[in-house]
């Protein structure tokens, strides 16, 4: 266990539907992050949190939705995602967004159908 | 946490060989270089990283080499075991920019 924890494991929603996404670190750590992992592109960062505040959205489309209430916490909010959507959601965290070792989750397998 | 589908490149070496395993990045102005390891089923675990001022680090059964003249970097496994297989990917920390950018990662299988 790295101490990321993500929620839920496996995921199948509708394009018309709401979801979240969830992740929780209790490692005292002051940024967090979310990437994608499909079968067609290597690890992409999509959002990255320090100190609760957004300081990086890789062009992500507003589709996705990021919400970190605390340092602890980060959510990634799902409104009418599309098909190629689908991919393996990684959160991680690190000591701040300038740290090189990050602690992954071990994922949320999404698919949308 | 597996990368399916994705066309990866594959290194089969048989249980206790080296493992060489390598990556070319393009930012020249790169801070820090990270390989980290993913196994089926988990996220990305982290193994060893390198300052752009080093051109070698080693750890526990792991040396990284970083040949910043052609922008190329390598991680070595000694006496590589069954545990090793996973995908492995490098990274690059660009310090202004402040994240991780990931390359896209090498399969090592070992045979037993």
């Known amino acids: 266990e790295t101490g990321v924890t993500q929620t839920p494991r496996h995921l199948v929603m509708g394009m018309t539907n709401k979801k979240s996404l969830k992740c929780e670190q209790h490692?005292?750590?002051?940024?967090m992050y979310w990437y994608k992992q499909s079968a067609k592109k290597p690890l992409e960062l999509m959002f990255v949190?320090?100190?609760?505040?957004?300081?990086e959205n890789n062009s992500v489309p507003s589709r996705f939705s990021p919400e970190c209430p605390n340092s602890s916490h980060l959510f990634l909010h799902l409104h009418t995602l599309q098909p190629e959507d689908s991919a393996l959601y990684l959160c991680?965290?690190?000591?701040?967004?300038?740290?090189?070792?990050?602690?992954f989750g071990q994922g949320t397998r999404l698919t949308v159908v | 946490g597996e990368s399916v589908g994705l066309h990866l490149p594959t290194l089969s070496v048989q249980e206790g060989d080296n493992s060489i395993i390598n990556c070319a990045y393009s930012?020249?102005?790169?801070?820090?270089f990270i390989w980290y390891k993913q196994e089926s089923g988990k996220g990305p675990q982290f193994i060893i990283d390198?300052?752009?001022?080093?051109d070698k680090r080693q750890g526990q059964r792991v040396t990284v080499l970083l040949n910043k003249t052609v922008k190329h970097l390598s991680l070595q496994i000694a006496a590589t075991q069954p545990g090793d297989s996973a995908v492995y990917f490098c990274?690059?920390?660009?310090?202004?920019?402040?994240?991780?950018?990931f390359g896209g990662g090498t399969r090592l299988m070992v045979k037993p």
């Open positions: 990274a690059e920390n660009l310090r202004a920019g402040n994240m991780l950018t």
């Open positions: 949190y320090n100190f609760k505040e957004q300081t």
């Open positions: 390198i300052r752009s001022n080093m």
């Open positions: 991680a965290s690190s000591q701040d967004s300038g740290a090189t070792e990050a602690f």
């Open positions: 930012n020249s102005a790169s801070d820090y």
């Open positions: 490692l005292g750590h002051n940024a």
